[in-house]
């Protein structure tokens, strides 16, 4: 770099290098390039996070925002529940959109029930709160929830939501003013070259970035950068299928809503005595098992719903195989289980789209090490809203 250059960046041939030589540079602004460019921030490094859309647009705003550590087993439940303390952190100082109503299991009948209370007693040897609801409890406090759905539920009263399509962003907008963080959206990255002492990267439009270590984040971008790492990998893509129900004129259901058919799916269950007998009865070839249906409700500031989700995979390197299109059976089926737990003011459909994430086959994270300087981390999976938070914390990338 010229010694004369006094500018954030300076132009050299067609070529425009930035000035700031980086510790850390993140690419990918979802919540887990996002909260690693913070924990980075919080040892005093100098962070630029750079991401290729003008707001992000992957998995992290196209999700439910619940972050329900309860859903997880031990290992990841501690990440989750750090990630609660980061998240109430930062909102106590800046509105990121968390909002602590807590979590409720819905069980639909008594073997559902038995699970809760196998979760119940598992949570509190890992000293985090629950609390059992009567039926009666559960219908006080969640106006509209079935009679004859609702047998019970198990209440998490430390955790939040987010609202997804704007969090990412105020988290970005919190670390550039609160923080020294350096943003740069709308840079695409397309190389990395990196030599004993340090990392360059090239985006598109010309420009250069220099630094000691590089975090890619990149989410389910797998054709960009290092295409041959993916290709060999265990990662696969799910699509979700996802609807936004129409503001509820005055029906208020606080919280994440978790059913009968997440208690039949979610991880933390798996650690209870009773799950694999209750499972063992679950007829195969029912239609939510096939397209991996579960009910969760959240409902925005503003009274609208989100409801969902379905799941389809495709290794890597068949992406295609999950198609553009919605599939309006999926919705309708998932409208249908729906209007078995609550009555709802209004059903009316606002809005329906399809997310995707990355996990792996084989492990809980892709994390992989291209050489000494330049790490890829991606493939959380459904955990990442909550659990992104926590790992940036927990686990350090570069030693
Ligand atoms: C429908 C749906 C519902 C979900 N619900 C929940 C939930 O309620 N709770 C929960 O905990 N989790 C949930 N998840 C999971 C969660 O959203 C993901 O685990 C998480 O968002 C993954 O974050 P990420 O940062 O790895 O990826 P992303 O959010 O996809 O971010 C990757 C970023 O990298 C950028 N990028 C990639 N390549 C480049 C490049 N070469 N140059 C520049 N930028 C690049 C992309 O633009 C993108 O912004 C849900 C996911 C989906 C799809």
């Not at 980086?22 to 690693?36: A, R, S």
């Not at 997804?164 to 397309?190: F, G, K, M």
Request: aromatic share 10%.
């Amino acid at each position: 770099m010229p010694a004369c250059c006094q500018d954030a960046a300076y132009v050299c041939g067609n070529a425009m290098f930035m000035k700031t030589h980086y510790d850390l540079i993140v690419i990918g602004g979802g919540v887990l390039g996002t909260f690693h460019a913070y924990e980075a921030l919080m040892q005093g490094q100098r962070v630029c996070l750079i991401d290729k859309n003008i707001t992000p647009q992957g998995s992290s705003v196209q999700n439910f925002g619940q972050a329900v550590p309860s859903g997880f087993g031990v290992k990841w439940q501690r990440y989750g529940r750090k990630s609660l303390e980061i998240y109430k952190h930062i909102q106590s100082k800046f509105d990121i959109t968390v909002r602590n109503n807590g979590s409720i299991y819905l069980a639909s009948n008594e073997e559902e029930m038995t699970l809760l209370e196998e979760l119940a007693v598992i949570n509190r040897g890992q000293d985090y709160s629950s609390q059992l609801l009567s039926a009666e409890a559960c219908r006080n406090r969640y106006p509209g929830l079935r009679a004859d759905y609702c047998v019970g539920g198990l209440f998490f009263p430390e955790e939040i939501t987010l609202e997804p399509r704007e969090a990412i962003s105020r988290i970005h907008q919190y670390l550039r003013e609160q923080t020294a963080l350096d943003l740069y959206n709308n840079t695409l990255v397309i190389g990395i070259d990196s030599s004993d002492s340090e990392v360059w990267l090239r985006s598109s439009d010309g420009r250069s970035f220099s630094g000691e270590r590089v975090l890619i984040c990149n989410g389910y971008e797998f054709q960009l950068l290092f295409p041959e790492i993916f290709a060999q990998s265990d990662i696969e893509l799910v699509k979700l299928q996802m609807l936004l129900l129409e503001t509820q004129p005055t029906q208020r259901i606080p919280g994440s809503i978790l059913t009968g058919l997440t208690i039949r799916r979610y991880e933390s269950f798996k650690e209870c005595p009773s799950y694999a007998a209750i499972k063992a009865k679950e007829d195969p070839e029912a239609y939510a098992r096939k397209w991996g249906v579960h009910i969760l409700f959240k409902q925005t500031p503003e009274g609208s719903i989100i409801l969902g989700d379905s799941h389809e995979y495709a290794d890597v390197n068949q992406p295609e195989l999950l198609g553009r299109e919605l599939r309006e059976d999926l919705n309708q089926f998932m409208i249908a289980e729906a209007r078995k737990i609550f009555d709802l003011q209004t059903w009316a459909v606002r809005e329906t789209w399809f997310g995707m994430y990355a996990q792996c086959k084989t492990r809980d994270i892709f994390r992989h090490y291209v050489d000494d300087r330049v790490l890829i981390l991606t493939g959380i999976g459904g955990k990442g809203m909550t659990a992104s938070a926590g790992y940036a914390h927990y686990e350090p990338i570069f030693q």
